[in-house]
């Protein structure tokens, strides 16, 4: 595992045999933690990710929300990463979080960077991004879900990319991305790291060997910027078992 800095705990490891069961338990546990954080009077703030497993896991959310207890109108959704393209592009994460649930819920305090056609240009979308950032939520996110790709990138933060090494910024415009669409609003390790919670949503054997990277005794967070980012009180890895195969 990791070595975890003197004031974060060491990543957590949770293994369930497949995508749909895997998608299930994050699910239930997202809506245990809202529920809990309105309980004690709170406004949780939490992070949406995309891709495959976090479409799954949304999907899981719109139909178990309904004996959650959850007041959806008291949580605010925010973005890791955002696509600079226009609004209604299924490339967007927002489009594809609406889609699965945010809608169905009736969610309506959801912020990510404006699209391309609702900003003069990229470092302005990165900008009023960080603003709502910095004037709604604060950015100390109760539970922050980010998805790994195979190279190990996190958010829209690239190996070896530019973007890795920003600091005094909670976001950065990212204008050539190895993997399309080139224009993107990213957050900065930064910004990650003040997350409460992180939580990595991985499955299939195709990021096996970048889990094992990312938890590994030794790494380069240039190679693996996963390895960048930790919740101050807690991590957790949430696989499925061809995820967690090299472990």
Known sequence: MTTPTPDRPAPLVEVHPDPPALATAIAGELLNRIADAQAAGHVPDIGLTGGTIADAVHREIARLAPASGVDWGAVSFWFGDE?????????????????????????????TAPASDESDDLAASAASYAATIRSEGGGDFDVLMLGVGPDGHVASLFPHHPGLDVVDAITAPVEDSPKPPPARVTLTFEALNRAQSVWFLVSGDAKADVVRRALAEEGSVQDTPARGVSGKAETVWFLDSGAASAL
């Open 83 to 111: 696509r600079y393209v226009p609004a209604d592009s299924p490339d967007r994460n927002l489009v594809q979080a609406r889609a699965a649930f945010l809608d169905e819920v009736g969610a309506f305090r959801v912020h």
